[in-house]
């Protein structure tokens, strides 16, 4: 497969040419929402019955640690959805690292608090100001105080790439109208499987971008496009999802896809509405295959910050450690 990176109006007129928009979920406003199927029910995962497994806990249509709280399915029995969360999500979290705390990503249990791996230097939020912890003799970022300037030298924690893919992949088939699932059953059983290394299609592409400021994505945008016919070049299905600082774009793995064997099929990156209509806050992308299953560890990440206002609450002479307290304005990972 083979990914341009060319104009806005060329990624424009691909997902115009190639694709309709099959579901178009926009997360405005606290108001829980329940996707529902009616009748009997049966888990769009593992096909079990009601009375097979259980319907007790709330399925979150895409995970809470992105910030959804209000988007609910009745269609994901508890199993899976345990299964969801102990081998999928934390590598999605892991994936983004430390940037959900800088860019005030609410999680389930609030905004993430990062902790070097020795824990002697910490960042956490609180009251939406954002308190960093660290060693007076070995701090965690550096610091230009003429501009407002901080930047943190990070490592992301383990993360399994193909696993982060997954957990994206799972969001998508969550969304999708139950009349599309016929394609996705081999997809589904995948999700399901603890071994990350049985590989269902390659390569896995992921788009991902970056928009600096604070909180560019408001709310929760998620779309699934669907070719427009079988004949064009491209994949099947694609998976969209915008929110707070990021973006990622995922092809929704399927046999539909065994078509584009041997041929070129092209990916565009659709443009965020940043990209189409913000001058002040740059837009970075990075597009990887996700199809690895070994771990990757000790990632290094760099992220910049600029802030207003700094407060240094225990500045003891004497302390080795160090506190500070920065209100923000803006940020951007370099
Ligand atoms: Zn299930």
């Not at 705390?101 to 910490?122: H, I, M, N, Q």
């Not at 299905?237 to 929110?243: N, R």
């Not at 600029?306 to 302390?319: F, I």
């Amino acid at each position: 497969m083979k990914t341009n990176n060319t104009t806005i109006e060329d990624r424009i007129q691909y997902f115009e040419k190639n694709y309709n928009i099959l579901v178009d979920v926009n997360l405005v406003g606290d108001k829980s929402h329940t996707i529902r199927i009616d009748g009997l029910r049966k888990c769009r995962f593992c096909e079990r019955n009601e009375g097979e497994v259980t319907f007790k806990k709330e399925a979150h249509a895409f995970s809470e640690l992105i910030g959804n709280r209000t988007l609910l399915t009745n269609y994901e029995c508890d199993s899976c959805n345990e299964h969801f969360s102990k081998y999928l999500e934390n590598h999605l979290a892991n994936y983004l690292g430390p940037a959900r705390t800088f860019t005030l990503t609410k999680g389930k249990t609030g905004v993430p608090s990062y902790k070097t791996a020795d824990e002697s230097s910490r960042v956490d939020v609180k009251s939406g100001e954002i308190v960093v912890q660290t060693m007076a003799d070995q701090p965690m970022f550096v610091e230009d105080e003429k501009n407002k300037l901080i930047t943190f030298h990070a490592t992301k924690p383990t993360y399994v790439p193909v696993a982060v893919y997954k957990t994206l992949v799972k969001m998508a088939l969550s969304i999708l109208p139950e009349n599309e699932m016929d394609a996705f059953k081999t997809t589904a059983k995948w999700l399901l499987s603890t071994d990350h290394s049985k590989v269902f299609m390659r390569p896995c592409p992921m788009n991902f971008s970056f928009t600096n400021g604070l909180k560019p994505h408001p709310f929760i945008k998620a779309m699934v496009f669907k070719v427009k016919d079988l004949s064009l070049d491209v994949p099947f299905m694609q998976f969209f999802i915008a929110f707070d600082n990021f973006t990622f774009q995922i092809t929704i793995p399927t046999e539909q896809d065994l078509r584009l064997q041997g041929k070129t099929a092209t990916i565009q990156a659709f443009p965020s509405i940043h990209e189409v209509s913000d001058t002040e806050n740059e837009t970075k992308h990075a597009l990887a295959d996700m199809s690895d299953w070994n771990p990757v560890k000790g990632s290094k990440v760099e992220v910049q910050l600029a802030y207003e206002k700094k407060r240094c609450p225990n500045s003891n002479p004497g302390a080795t450690a160090h506190n500070s307290r920065y209100v923000m304005r803006h940020f951007c990972p370099s």
